[in-house]
């Protein structure tokens, strides 16, 4: 079976530090793969996605980019955190056709 | 782009009761709907999920309508419990060939036993 892996859990960082998070699939191959943020009691707003190895899509401009290195393995990153970068970031991967399946997140709060 | 509205934002139920989220999209080449159930802290976990040419579906307490006319679609819970509260969203697929989902803001469920 499938499984998703995201590390950190939590993550506490300073204003201007950098960031980033790993999102791992197990149990597949060539999966698409998404980097949604979901900001304190809000709906989820995709970010970033990828159908290949260095194949990636920005949905939204900001502070953040993301990079796949391998089939399996998809990073976010920033070079300089703001305050309005915090929030739970959710990495997911697209089984058939357009079905998403959501590991269980990384909660990042920038002080 | 597609553009997928959710109501209500909360709704409250005592344990055994129904419940039914409504979510209307609009884009008519959409042909994929999915809802996810997210629990405090957690990850959204797919629950049920139908396709355009299927007009309903059912899992258990759980069952799922799509009326591509009106374009909308609705989550229907029936005898809830308490562990049913959590957050539901809805998603419709996105544009053809790029497998990308456009989701709902949520609605909070609350069951009171």
């Known amino acids: 079976s499938q499984t998703i892996h995201q590390w950190p859990a939590t993550l506490v960082q300073p204003v201007g530090s950098p960031l980033s998070l790993e999102c791992t699939v197990e149990g597949t191959s060539n999966p698409n793969l998404y980097w949604y943020r979901q900001a304190a009691g809000r709906g989820l707003q995709l970010l970033f996605y990828s159908v290949g190895i260095g194949q990636i899509s920005s949905e939204v401009p900001q502070n953040l980019s993301a990079s796949r290195p391998q089939d399996r393995q998809f990073i976010l990153s920033s070079k300089k955190l703001l305050l309005s970068d915090s929030g739970f970031y959710l990495c997911?991967?697209?089984?058939?056709?357009?079905?998403?399946?959501f590991g269980p997140g990384t909660r990042l709060l920038v002080l | 782009g597609e553009n997928v509205e959710q109501h209500p934002s909360t709704l409250s139920v005592q344990e055994g009761d129904s419940a039914v989220i409504k979510c209307t999209y609009s884009d008519s080449a959409s042909n994929y709907f999915p809802w996810y159930k997210q629990e405090l802290g957690k990850g959204p976990q797919l629950i049920i999920d139908i396709r355009s040419n299927v007009g309903e579906k059912k899992d258990q307490r759980i069952a799922v309508t799509l009326n591509k006319t009106a374009k909308h679609f609705s989550l229907h819970i029936t005898e809830t419990q308490p562990e049913d509260s959590a957050v539901y969203f809805c998603?419709?697929?996105?544009?053809?060939?790029?497998?990308?989902?456009?989701f709902g803001k949520g609605t909070m469920l609350l069951v009171s036993p």
């Open positions: 997911a991967w697209g089984g058939a056709w357009e079905t998403q399946y």
């Open positions: 998603a419709a697929s996105g544009e053809s060939g790029y497998s990308t989902l456009t």
